[in-house]
């Protein structure tokens, strides 16, 4: 195996043993050590990889808006080449939710990343500039739509953009078990129901 | 001062000092020792308010969801005897979003303990029932609003319910400054009104 690809994959050995840790024991145990011991492999072995905690999380999180991508994208195939915005955004949406393994850990890795980013000027750096992109990617599908009828001309693309990014909010809901799963889709339905309602 | 009011009170004094540091250094760093050095007093006198850890942050987040509650009840004065259940909801979503000092420290407070639950089975149980007992009071509101054809007979008060309550999701936009306080003003503002949109 070429050295460049299997570097990358032992990151990624380590990424997905980091989000491990973060599920299961909180991010407050994603030390180089406990994440050393969770991959099976030995803490300087970790450092080869990664000089610093930090540079782990970060390429952690990289990894995993990846991964969320790659799910995306899979999902999207069944709608052929040219998918409604409305299944692109619904595909989206669902797959930043908690609702299977997959998504929980990349879910969980999330919102971890989040209050990390809180304390450490790096990490809101990356994580600004990573929600910025995500949520400039959703303003895109959202202006489309509204220029292909699709969306009321009298929505404003960025409050509507907020709106849709806002339903991550179920995310407690179901983490706690308050809401069933079903119930978290059937809200991110009607959203986009009403958001659509206006379709030419 | 009579005890048990004093007793009260120096346990909200370290309620404080919790949310400081989980507002300030994320609560990996909530130790009974860094907290009892935030609040300026000794690790012993923390003990003894607080057997454990859990049981401060416990007590943290319920003081936390208190505290929100009242802010919630001094912002409705305004509105006289009997709000009208748009302001009520808006007044209870704004100050779950971190638009201001002291509800910035509660909401980093409720989202920390959300992940704290994940991995701890009391406060799991005790995070899960404050939230399905704050969702059940929307809930309340949102059925006496669709009863007094405030809110279209068609909606279904749990999904509404659900949609509201996850408007709590434009936090990380705020906190790492993807989006402007008012924009977030904006979103709330317009989902309440489309709720609104179908009364009498």
């Given at each position: 195996m070429p050295k460049q690809v299997d570097h990358r994959?032992?990151?990624?050995?380590?990424?997905?043993?980091?989000?491990?840790?973060?599920?299961?024991?909180?991010?407050?145990?994603?030390?180089?050590?406990?994440?050393?011991?969770?991959?099976?492999?030995?803490?300087?072995?970790?450092?080869?990889?990664?000089?610093?905690?930090?540079?782990?999380?970060?390429?952690?999180?990289?990894?995993?808006?990846?991964?969320?991508?790659?799910r995306v994208a899979d999902s999207l195939r069944a709608f052929g080449d040219r998918p409604h915005p409305r299944d692109l955004l619904r595909v989206m949406l669902t797959e930043m939710l908690p609702l299977h393994p997959d998504a929980r850990a990349t879910s969980r890795m999330s919102a971890a990343y989040v209050l990390e980013a809180l304390h450490d000027a790096n990490i809101h750096t990356r994580a600004r500039d990573g929600l910025t992109h995500g949520r400039e990617l959703v303003e895109q599908i959202v202006r489309q739509a509204i220029a292909d009828g699709r969306i009321g001309a009298d929505r404003?693309?960025?409050?509507?953009?907020?709106?849709?990014?806002?339903?991550?909010?179920?995310?407690?809901?179901?983490?706690?078990?308050?809401?069933?799963?079903?119930?978290?889709?059937?809200a991110v339905d009607q959203h986009l129901e009403r958001l659509f309602s206006g379709e030419a």
């Open positions: 994959e032992r990151r990624e050995t380590i990424a997905r043993a980091l989000w491990r840790v973060v599920e299961q024991r909180g991010i407050a145990h994603a030390s180089v050590r406990e994440v050393a011991q969770e991959a099976g492999i030995s803490h300087g072995a970790v450092q080869h990889y990664f000089a610093t905690r930090e540079e782990m999380l970060v390429f952690a999180m990289d990894f995993a808006s990846e991964q969320t991508a790659g404003d693309p960025a409050t509507e953009t907020n709106l849709l990014l806002a339903l991550t909010g179920l995310t407690p809901l179901i983490e706690l078990g308050v809401i069933e799963p079903e119930a978290a889709l059937t």
